[in-house]
């Protein structure tokens, strides 16, 4: 059977624990998002706590991509 080549960022999930922490903590966020998109109507802390959010996981993700550079860029990719 062969081997198939794995993604860059399924790697990194399982071999840097910074980036394993990000990528839960960037779903974590997502998740909430998700909870509070299901409401039919969103209160003025709702839609304070929607962008709070947003912003938070957009910062995470760009905390991902700078680790995934990292990565990207070194010579000893595994």
């Not at 399924?10 to 998002?33: G, V």
């Amino acid at each position: 059977m062969a081997i198939l080549p794995q993604n860059p960022r399924e790697i990194l999930i399982q071999s840097d624990a910074e980036y394993q922490r990000l990528a839960q903590e960037h779903s974590r966020y997502e998740a909430e998002l998700e909870r509070l998109s299901k409401n039919p109507y969103l209160s003025s802390e709702d839609l304070q706590e929607e962008t709070k959010l947003k912003k938070l996981k957009l910062h995470v993700k760009d905390k991902m991509e700078r680790v995934f550079s990292r990565y990207a860029q070194s010579p000893n990719q595994t």
